[in-house]
T-cell receptor, first 112, second 115 residues
Framework: SQTIHQWPATLVQPVGSPLSLECTVE??????LYWYRQAAGRGLQLLFY??????ISSEVPQNLSASRPQDRQFILSSKKLLLSDSGFYLC???????????FGEGSRLTVL | AQSVAQPEDQVNVAEGNPLTVKCTYS??????LFWYVQYPNRGLQFLLK??????LVKGSYGFEAEFNKSQTSFHLKKPSALVSDSALYFC?????????????FGTGTRLTVIP
């Protein structure tokens, strides 16, 4: 069966510090991978998606970046965090064109 | 522009009563339709989806959703609500075209089931 792991689950970082959130998927190959941000426990904002190694599409311009160094690994990064980067970050994967997303448990980032 | 609307931020229902969480969409063609549920501090979980066929789709935990093409709606329903159904519910659509990779999500509806 397929599983998705996100870490860390909780992170408190000062403004201006770097960020690295990691996501890995097991039990499948060549998944589509996604990073979403959820602010204030409500709507989801798609940040990045990837259809293959090294292929990243950015949906919203910001100081975050994403990388996919391996088929089942997706990393969300920032060189310098802003207060507005605080939120709940969700990684997800899907089989190609099925639309059924499988989400990780999320990473809660607080920038102080 | 393509969009998904969940007109109610909050729905309150008494335990044992039927519940409805509304969703309408504006997407070209006949999209795939989804409902997801999110419990506090957790990721979203898939509930059900409509692809084609019967307009009434049955999903997890006793939930079902009714597709109405003329009204472009996909309302989530359950005949008898449980306190454990209290959560945040998201409607989502995926355009039915080649290369469509991303779901459009609604803003979510918080369901509270009152004991």
């Amino acid at each position: 069966s397929q599983t998705i792991h996100q870490w860390p689950a909780t992170l408190v970082q000062p403004v201006g510090s770097p960020l690295s959130l990691e996501c890995t998927v097991e039990g499948t190959s060549n998944p589509n991978l996604y990073w979403y941000r959820q602010a204030a426990g409500r709507g989801l904002q798609l940040l990045f998606y990837s259809v293959g190694i090294g292929q990243i599409s950015s949906e919203v311009p910001q100081n975050l970046s994403a990388s996919r160094p391996q088929d089942r690994q997706f990393i969300l990064s920032s060189k310098k965090l802003l207060l507005s980067d605080s939120g709940f970050y969700l990684c997800a994967w899907t089989r190609l064109n099925t639309g059924e997303l499988f989400f990780g448990e999320g990473s809660r980032l607080t920038v102080l | 522009a393509q969009s998904v609307a969940q007109p109610e931020d909050q729905v309150n229902v008494a335990e044992g009563n039927p519940l409805t969480v509304k969703c309408t969409y504006s997407v070209s063609g006949n999209p795939y339709l989804f409902w997801y549920v999110q419990y506090p501090n957790r990721g979203l979980q898939f509930l059900l989806k409509y692809i084609t066929g019967d307009n009434l789709v049955k999903g997890s935990y006793g939930f079902e959703a009714e597709f109405n093409k003329s009204q472009t709606s996909f309302h989530l329903k359950k005949p008898s609500a449980l306190v454990s159904d209290s959560a945040l519910y998201f409607c989502a659509v995926l355009p039915r075209r080649a290369g469509a990779n991303n779901l459009f999500f609604g803003t979510g509806t918080r369901l509270t089931v009152i004991p």
